[in-house]
């Protein structure tokens, strides 16, 4: 346990920082590592051997024998191959050795990784290459260095290449905007991003004994608690004493590899909790949220817990996501979606919110796709999850703000509201310039955006990438309509076309409630995108539109476009494939055997009543054992029905249609038995079922 006192201390004790970076390089060596970091500069390879010597001895001091390159290919986990630092000395011993060439550069076999069709599974070789910007640190006894994955041929095969790309990107026109507005010391442009992660904890006895979560992550069949969050008294209840050890220990351990965990509470569905953390430059945010993902399901481990990480592992109850905070700052400090004491004058904010306005509107189909998933598809559009219409929140002075834009006129500002509670002995304190909107998929928070629609089992790196790679082009259209002009010429125009641009892209501005279908009429009269599906958002990812737009800023080359359509696509359709495959043997196996043994003995007891008792009714036994004959007969139809089409599916090769089919008629066929098969084990008592229902998962956390 790390006392309070020794925090700061302990906080990044395992990670090869800043500080640990100041303290041990040569200062000339520190300069330049640091040139790469903030401005993206080559590194040389004198520079790397020392830094890697350097990062060894710190290294081994802290217990670590190997290290890895670690990176995160296109199955949205992380991978890791680990070499030790030992070699071979002539008199018999060892010596501990780590070079330049090893921290820089390593080989992993390319072809065993999602591809897409850009590597053949005779072309082995892939590249690994460190990542300067994002710390190495230390875990389980070896160094991991952060890297990008790339193809022999150079293409990106991870998550991280295009992510650092559309950061630059960004910077690139974000710069160029801000150094016309008037921000000439303005050098680098960072996005940041803190992302909540929303989980389960359940039993690890009771995870051990269901297929369908060790298989799928999510419960395929069950029956409804008698009890879900309909009291609402989980959201922010008092958090149980062995959940909070839990929680204590995870963040320990965060804290230990530098990771700012900073919020955690109880959520809205039994057994559901949060953590967030202090936002950070994008790339290292990515990083840290597949670390965090992978500590939580460790410590849970040692809790006797398994964590979930599914975004809708139990069915009729809120699913998990992890809702994006992006922001845009300078290197001077400026953040750009501040508004600031006078939004209507803040002209650098009103641009590039402009700019994000523009980016949603104009590119919802490929930032829908950026947060699908067979998994994230469950969980959008109710239980607080926002539906799959994107729009923007922007609360009601932004409203107002934009309103005067529209008009042409001056904002003149409501100033801040003083809340008064009723009660003198509480405090006096000023509202936020906006309320939340827990429905909006994409929703301005004060200084910073909300993208509430990744999942939370997933990177969100993708969804990023997307995001940063449309606000650059907008900021570079804009900047061309600006372009040429100063002085009073130039607030002049910005405010002509801050005007156009409100005129043609306010159709995706919406303050309401988005779970109502008047929303979804609305929605369609205003032409906005409906995509319930992966297979439904798909075609936008390599539509003419998408490809210029990725490739015009380098952070997709056409090929690597198509990979990533083949790649998402066939990971939908193995996901679903993996589900009907266990929904089909629980059902042969799991719970036709329950349902088999409390029908026998149900026969039991009536024909024991009768033969004591001639004009024993026995209604209750005989409703129950009719009820259960008749779902048994039901599922075994629907079972069949899921089965042949399954057949089906698995010799359709083209991936679009498999993946619209798995969507539209197997996952139909699966929620077709799944209704029988609740039904029926809704009658079932526990003792005859060899797996633990609703009830006892979602409530046995003490």
Same mark, same amino acid.
């Given at each position: ?15 090869? &920082?800043?500080? !640990?970076?100041?303290?041990?390089? %040569? ?45 995160? %290919? ?18 018999? #011993? ?25 590597? *053949?599974?005779? =072309? ?7 990542? %300067? ?104 209840? +008092? ?10 220990? /995870? ?8 990771? %700012?965990?900073?919020?955690?509470? &109880? ?77 209507? $004058? ?17 590119? *919802?189909?490929?930032?829908? /796709? ?23 929140? +922007? ?10 834009? $529209? ?9 801040? !509201? ?26 301005? #928070? ?19 990438? +997307?995001?940063? #790679? ?18 009073? =010429? ?17 159709? +995706?501005?919406?303050?309401? &409630? ?22 439904? *958002? ?31 696509? =066939? ?14 043997e629980m059902i042969r196996k799991d719970l036709t055997e329950g349902l088999v043994a409390y029908q026998k003995d149900l026969t039991k007891e009536i024909l024991q009543k009768k033969s004591v008792l001639e004009s024993a009714d026995c209604a209750l036994e005989t409703g129950v054992l009719k009820t259960l004959d008749e779902q048994g007969a039901n599922m075994c139809k629907a079972l069949a029905k899921l089965a042949e089409d399954t057949k089906t599916a698995e010799g359709m090769t083209e991936v679009l249609e498999t993946a619209a089919y798995y969507q539209k008629t197997i996952l139909a066929d699966m929620d077709e038995l799944r209704k029988y098969a609740d039904t029926a084990e809704a009658l079932i008592p526990d003792k005859y079922l060899s797996y633990p229902t609703y009830g006892q998962m979602l409530f046995s956390l003490r």
């Open positions: 346990m790390i006392e309070a006192s020794k925090l700061t201390e302990e906080y990044g004790c395992l990670v090869f &920082n800043d500080k !640990v970076m100041k303290q041990r390089l %040569p200062k000339d060596i520190y300069k330049a590592v640091h040139k790469t970091i903030e401005m993206g500069s080559h590194l040389e390879l004198e520079v790397a051997n020392t830094v890697a010597a350097v990062m060894k001895e710190w290294a081994v001091e802290n217990g670590a024998t190997h290290f890895t390159h670690w990176f995160q %290919p296109m199955t949205g986990l992380t991978a890791e191959k680990h070499d030790s630092f030992i070699s071979p000395a002539d008199n018999g #011993t060892i010596i501990m050795e780590f070079s330049g060439k090893e921290l820089v550069k390593g080989e992993p076999d390319a072809s065993s990784f999602p591809s897409g069709g850009l590597r *053949a599974t005779f =072309e082995a070789r892939g590249y690994t290459a460190w990542d %300067p910007s994002s710390p190495a640190f230390i875990k389980d006894g070896s160094l991991y260095i952060p890297t990008a994955f790339c193809s022999y041929g150079g293409e990106a095969l991870d998550k991280k290449t295009p992510l650092l790309r559309s950061m630059e990107a960004l910077s690139r026109e974000a710069v160029k905007m801000l150094h016309l507005l008037g921000h000439e010391d303005v050098k680098r442009v960072n996005t940041t991003i803190g992302s909540e992660q929303e989980y389960f904890l359940i039993d690890k006895d009771f995870y051990k004994k269901r297929k369908d979560l060790l298989f799928t992550g999510r419960t395929l069949i069950g029956a409804p608690a008698s009890k879900g969050q309909e009291m609402e008294d989980h959201y922010f209840g +008092v958090i149980k004493p062995k959940v909070s050890a839990y929680m204590h220990d /995870l963040d320990e351990e965060l804290w230990k590899l530098g990771i %700012p965990a900073k919020t955690k509470h &109880n959520e809205v569905a039994p057994s559901q909790h949060e953590l967030a953390p202090v936002f950070e430059t994008a790339n290292i945010a990515v990083d840290h949220n597949q670390l965090t993902m992978e500590v939580m399901k460790k410590v849970a481990d040692k809790h006797n817990y398994a964590c979930l990480l599914h975004e809708k592992p139990f069915e009729g109850i809120n699913g998990s996501g992890k809702h994006n905070n992006w922001s845009v700052c300078t290197d001077t400090g400026l953040n750009l979606l501040d508004p600031g004491k006078h939004p209507g $004058e803040n002209i650098p904010f009103l641009v590039f919110l402009m700019a994000v306005i523009a980016a949603v509107d104009d590119y *919802a189909g490929v930032l829908r /796709l950026s947060v699908a998933s067979a998994g994230n598809d469950h969980r959008l559009g109710g239980n607080e999850a926002p539906p799959a219409i994107i729009s923007i929140f +922007v609360g009601d002075e932004l409203a107002e703000v934009l309103k005067a834009v $529209e008009a042409g006129t001056a904002y003149e500002g409501s100033g801040k !509201v003083q809340m008064a509670m009723g009660a003198q002995v509480l405090p006096h304190f000023t509202k936020d310039n906006t309320d939340r909107n827990r429905t909006s998929p994409f929703a301005f #928070t004060g200084n910073k955006f909300e993208f509430r629609m990744p999942g939370s089992a997933v990177s969100v790196a993708n969804a990023n990438i +997307v995001l940063n #790679t449309a606000v650059a082009e907008e900021v570079a259209r804009l900047y061309e309509k600006l372009e040429g002009y100063s002085g009073d =010429e130039l607030k002049e125009k910005i405010a002509e076309v801050l005007k156009e641009e409100l005129a043609a892209h306010k159709r +995706v501005l919406f303050n309401g &409630n988005g779970y109502t279908e008047e929303w979804v009429a609305e929605a369609e009269k205003r032409g906005l995108l409906n995509l319930k599906s992966l297979p439904d *958002a798909m075609p936008h990812w390599i539509s003419d539109k998408s490809i210029e737009l990725f490739t015009k800023h380098g952070i997709f080359t056409k090929e690597e476009i198509f990979s990533r359509y083949e790649i998402l696509l =066939e990971n939908y359709s193995k996901s679903i494939h993996i589900e009907s495959l266990t929904m089909q």
